[in-house]
């Protein structure tokens, strides 16, 4: 039996955006990770045998952090990484 008020499909978030989040993203940010060295970008290299999409690689490349949050990026990922773009 489904709940009171159920579509079939995920219930609204009381009008919050729902965020969604890339499985290549976070592989290559969890493999940079364990590295345990920061970085301002990631290198071309790095990014190679990833199947990123093109907006994926430019955000990477240029280190923006905001839009890698809204491309799906693990908050907690981006800050491991990219740890010297965030004021202590």
């Known amino acids: ?36 060295a920061t970085r301002e970008r990631v290198a071309e290299e790095e990014l190679a045998g990833h199947e990123l999409t093109a907006d ?7 280190g923006d952090i905001t839009r890698l949050y809204h491309l799906g990026a693990n908050p907690y990922l981006i800050r491991r990484v990219f740890r010297p773009r965030f004021k202590v």
């Not at 008020?5 to 729902?18: C, E, K």
């Not at 994926?56 to 240029?62: G, K, N, P, T, Y």
Request: aromatic share 2%.
């Open 56 to 62: 994926e690689r430019a955000a990477l490349q240029a």
């Open 1 to 36: 039996m489904s709940p009171q008020g159920a579509t079939g499909h995920r219930p609204s978030d009381q009008g919050r955006p729902i965020t969604k989040t890339s499985y290549a993203l976070n592989k290559l940010l969890t493999s940079l990770a364990k590295q345990h």
